[in-house]
């Protein structure tokens, strides 16, 4: 039971570092949907939520609609804070790191800019980051992943010699 424990422990930290690239690639993609509504659907950001809602998978599905909804009710509160709320809760779930969902939240900053062509040039510059470093993770997830389900089995091993 103990190596089962141990090694099944080193299973669910591989699992969780081909989550956190899979997830990097998730937002490259929701950030390439929003450059083509914006680019050729003329679409404003709370129009491009609705849009990417309807082609993403939970839990970004639900947040892109609440922001959608929210933005829509118009209480008076800006999209970059309303956007970068709802997208930090739903990020709080998932397996990556405050850098990354920074890089995400870069293009609704505050200072960020109002006109469609500095738009697209910020999203296209946070996309690039995102992109970059899922190709970083990818590579060190290779050995980490090994590494990972390795040491959980011979912990469970050096835990039991010591048992005995």
């Given amino acids: 039971m103990i190596v089962g424990g141990c ?8 699992q969780r570092m081909i989550l956190s690239v899979q997830v990097l690639k998730d937002l490259g993609q929701i950030l390439e949907m929003l450059k083509s509504e914006i680019r050729y659907g003329k679409a404003t950001l709370p129009e491009c939520c609705r849009h990417i809602s309807a082609h993403m998978k939970e839990p970004y599905k639900s947040s892109f609609m609440e922001v959608f909804y929210r933005m829509h009710e118009n209480t008076g509160e800006k ?3 309303i956007f970068g709320e709802v997208l930090g809760s739903c990020f709080s779930k998932l397996p990556i790191e405050e850098t990354d969902k920074e890089q995400f939240l ?16 910020a999203i296209e510059k946070s996309e690039e980051s995102l992109r970059r470093r899922a190709d970083e993770l990818e590579k060190e997830n290779t ?9 959980g089995a011979m912990s469970g091993l050096l835990l039991v010699i010591i048992l005995l």
């Fill in 79 to 81: 999209f970059e804070v």
């Fill in 143 to 151: 050995q980490k992943c090994r590494m990972a389900v390795g040491l």
């Fill in 7 to 14: 090694l099944g422990l080193g299973l669910w930290y591989r």
């Fill in 106 to 121: 870069q293009f609704v900053s505050p200072n960020s800019f109002t006109e469609e062509k500095m738009q697209l040039c």
